[in-house]
Each structure stands twice: as C-alpha cells, then as structure tokens.
C-alpha cells in the first residue's frame, strides 16, 4: 500500500520559513513527479510545486508564480523523499499543503499543475502564517 506522510507544518509569522518533508513508502517514485499541493479554507487546492525527471538523477523544478523566488522544491530519489523549503512566507500561504505523487512518468510542463494527474495524496501538513 502506498502512503506518502508529510512532517514540519506549523504556525508562523509572515516573513518566517518553514520546511515541509514528505517520505513516500509502498513503491519507488524515483522515476515519476512528486510535488506539493495546498488548500485554503473555502478554496480549491492548487499547485505550490513539482519536480519531473529528467534523467541522470536529475529532475527539473516547477512552480506557480506567487511560489518563485520564496519556496524551493527538492527531491531524493534514492531515499523517495520530496521536500519543500518555504522562505518569505506570507498570510496568503496559510493552507493545508498536501505531497503528491503521480503514476504517468510522462507528463508534461503543461500536465504538472493539475491535481487530476496526481494519484496519490498524503494527509496533508497544516501551515499558518500570522502575526
């Protein structure tokens, strides 16, 4: 069975980090994308980030715009791990972020943002920004 558990969800003032991790067990997802997604209260979920590989080793990194520049993605293969490092945080980032992982090992740029390409969800890791 596959389970995917988030850890390092908190309450923070806005302008603080945080760092999400994600450790998926069940199956390797070394070769397919793993990413993070969130929901707002009374908001649809929406992409924060994802990573594809790419070959080598290597993946390549994708974020939604109001993402760039403050949060980073990153990724073990060999240890099945995706982890997101959240800088600059602001109140607007107040949401549950979930970790996700996708069966289809091709998708591609235009595919990563919606939630319907992902097949598995962790519980999701509450994060609060508030002074």
């Known amino acids: 069975q596959v389970q995917l558990v988030e850890s390092g969800g908190g309450v923070v003032r806005p302008g603080g980090s945080l760092r999400l991790s994600c450790s998926a067990s069940?199956?390797?997802?070394?070769?397919?994308?793993m990413g993070w997604f969130r929901q707002a209260p009374g908001k649809e979920r929406e992409f924060v980030a994802t990573?594809?590989?790419?070959?080598?080793?290597?993946?390549?990194?994708h974020y939604r715009n109001s993402a760039k520049g403050r949060f980073t993605i990153s990724r073990d293969g060999d240890k099945n791990t995706v982890s997101l490092q959240m800088n600059s945080l602001i109140p607007e980032d107040t949401a549950v972020y979930f970790c996700?992982?996708?069966?289809?090992?091709?998708?591609?740029?235009?595919?990563?943002?919606?939630?319907?390409?992902?097949?598995?969800w962790g519980q999701g890791a509450q994060v609060t920004v508030s002074s």
């Open positions: 069940g199956r390797t997802f070394s070769n397919y994308p």
């Open positions: 990573t594809r590989w790419i070959g080598g080793g290597a993946y390549s990194k």
């Open positions: 996700v992982a996708s069966n289809t090992r091709g998708l591609i740029v235009s595919e990563l943002p919606k939630t319907g390409n992902y097949d598995y």
